[in-house]
């Protein structure tokens, strides 16, 4: 079964638009964290946010922000006031505790993001 | 965020040949990671490199392909031996630091 689930293989978004790229997740690891990277066309990983199984609250950074429903086990980001630079690759990825590997990140097939004017 | 230099960027082999894939880190880490990413695909971690020990490799993942150095605990190659052209992928070494940070891949095409 996948550990990381993207189901949108490819989303449009207006300029200035709100966006949500939906990313489901499956461990029975009580202790996980959840990440998300931006690759745009050149390759490189950037990281973008992080939530912990633990944490009490979402995620927020700068325009960033994470919709954690535990019990649903969905971590979708969210993308405020979209801008022609969000277009790229979107990942999402789980790292495990020790009983599911422990440090290894492991990724979903990704979301491709454009922005039109 | 730890700072980390991957050489080199890109490279076109000839099949049959090796190229080596070099990552140095700014700070002192255990572990550092590798990772493919085929063309269009995800990305999928080949081995686990610890200081001093074998690396861990996944499933479908053999030494004699990848092999793997780790001299010290800022540094680690990855060698793709016996390139054939579905070995063309992005390489990406990457550390936990702070967070997972990334080096900028190596965009392997073998010809």
């Known amino acids: 079964a996948q550990k990381i689930t993207q189901t949108q293989p490819g989303m449009f978004v207006q300029e200035k638009e709100a966006v949500t790229l939906d990313c489901t997740y499956d461990t029975s690891d009580p202790s996980y964290g959840l990440f998300w990277y931006k690759q745009p066309s050149s390759g490189e990983m950037i990281f973008l946010i992080y939530?912990?199984?633990?944490?009490?609250q979402n995620a927020t950074e700068g325009r960033y922000s994470l919709n954690f429903q535990k019990a649903r086990k969905s971590a979708n980001l969210v993308i405020s006031a979209s801008q022609l630079g969000d277009s790229a690759m979107y990942f999402c990825a789980m790292r495990e505790g020790v009983t599911g590997g422990g440090n290894k990140l492991t990724f979903g097939t990704g979301t491709q993001l454009k922005v039109e004017l | 965020s730890a700072v980390i230099s991957q050489k080199p960027s890109r490279d076109i082999c000839q099949r049959g040949t090796s190229l080596t894939i070099q990552c140095q880190v700014d700070s002192q880490v255990t572990m550092m990671f590798w990772y493919r990413q085929q063309p269009g695909q995800s990305l999928t971690l080949i081995a686990t490199a610890n200081q001093g020990s074998e690396a861990t490799y996944e499933s479908g993942f053999v030494i004699d392909k990848f092999p793997i150095s780790r001299p010290n605990l800022t540094f680690s190659t990855l060698t793709v031996s016996n390139l054939s052209p579905e070995d063309s992928s992005i390489y990406l070494c990457?550390?936990?630091?702070?967070?997972?940070?990334f080096g900028s891949g190596t965009r392997l095409t073998v010809v």
């Open positions: 990457s550390v936990r630091l702070y967070g997972y940070t």
């Open positions: 939530q912990g199984s633990y944490d009490q």
